[in-house]
């Protein structure tokens, strides 16, 4: 079965950076994109960007340009989101789903990061 | 981008009633729409794709209707694990997908 299992929480203090980890199970981890969504508390979803895991290409919203990055690393299957220069308003939930030009079915568990001095 | 306007923002509704939400699109999307519930500390769940197929395993009491860019998501007769946030998505010019605002059903 289809999974992704994203690492763990996270605290971070003002201007630091996080990156959250992202693992796929379950079928081809090149076949399809990795978009990554973010969640402020009681707020709603937010898209960050995606990248394809077979040619590494990446695009990102202009909101998050020049401080996200998309990676991954195909030998273990896994995709990672990078955050730097991180604010207060960075804390949130960021999940990562599989899919590009479809409604995404298969999402990861989320991973809380807290940003606080 | 494409805009998704995403209406109410909240409702509050008893057991047993018809609830609908709708996502207005700000330019044509064809059905390339999908529905959400979400549940706090939960990831989204989809329960409609292609505007209106229902996803496998998700009761026969929601569906979605709509096309180019007005969309529904009804939920014909409100159980209790139905109050949650809802969410639509849109992926017509993927990069990006767009999320509506959400629609918080509470209990009445």
Same mark, same amino acid.
């Given at each position: 079965?289809?999974?992704?299992?994203?690492?763990?929480?996270?605290?971070?203090?003002?201007?630091?950076?996080?990156?959250?980890?992202?693992?796929?199970?379950?079928?081809?981890?090149?076949?399809?994109?990795?978009?990554?969504?973010?969640?402020?508390?009681?707020?709603?979803?937010?898209?960050?960007?995606?990248?394809?895991?077979? =040619?590494?290409?990446?695009?990102?919203?202009?909101?998050?340009?020049?401080?996200?990055?998309?990676? =991954?690393?195909?030998?273990?299957?896994?995709?990672?989101?990078?955050?730097?220069?991180?604010?207060?308003?960075?804390?949130?939930?960021?999940?990562?789903? =599989?899919?590009?030009?479809?409604?995404?079915?298969?999402?990861?568990?989320?991973?809380?990061?807290?940003?606080?001095? | 981008?494409? %805009?998704?306007? &995403?209406?109410?923002?909240? #409702?509050? *509704?008893?057991?047993?009633?018809?609830? @609908?939400? @709708?996502?207005? *699109?700000? &330019?044509?999307?064809?059905?390339? #729409?999908?529905?959400?519930? %979400?549940?706090?500390?939960?990831?989204?769940?989809?329960?409609?794709? *292609?505007?209106?197929?229902?996803? @496998?395993?998700?009761?026969?009491?929601?569906?979605?209707?709509?096309?180019?860019?007005?969309?529904?998501?009804?939920?014909?007769?409100? &159980?209790?694990?139905?109050?949650?946030?809802?969410?639509?998505? %849109?992926?017509?010019?993927?990069?990006?997908?767009?999320?509506? &605002?959400? @629609?918080?059903?509470?209990?009445?």
């Amino acid at each position: 079965q289809v999974q992704l299992v994203q690492s763990g929480a996270e605290v971070k203090k003002p201007g630091a950076s996080v990156k959250v980890s992202c693992k796929a199970s379950g079928y081809t981890f090149t076949s399809y994109d990795i978009n990554w969504v973010r969640q402020a508390t009681g707020q709603g979803l937010e898209w960050m960007g995606w990248m394809n895991p077979n =040619r590494g290409n990446t695009g990102y919203a202009q909101k998050f340009q020049g401080r996200v990055t998309m990676t =991954r690393n195909t030998s273990i299957s896994t995709a990672y989101m990078e955050l730097s220069s991180l604010k207060s308003e960075d804390t949130a939930i960021y999940y990562c789903a =599989r899919g590009g030009n479809i409604t995404p079915e298969y999402w990861g568990q989320g991973t809380l990061v807290t940003v606080s001095s | 981008d494409i %805009q998704m306007t &995403q209406s109410p923002s909240s #409702l509050s *509704a008893s057991v047993g009633d018809r609830v @609908t939400i @709708t996502c207005r *699109a700000s &330019q044509g999307i064809r059905n390339d #729409l999908g529905w959400y519930q %979400q549940k706090p500390g939960k990831a989204p769940k989809r329960l409609i794709f *292609a505007a209106s197929t229902l996803q @496998t395993g998700v009761p026969s009491r929601f569906s979605g209707s709509g096309s180019v860019t007005e969309f529904t998501l009804t939920i014909s007769s409100l &159980q209790p694990e139905d109050f949650a946030t809802y969410y639509c998505l %849109q992926h017509n010019t993927y990069p990006p997908w767009t999320f509506g &605002q959400g @629609t918080k059903v509470e209990i009445k």
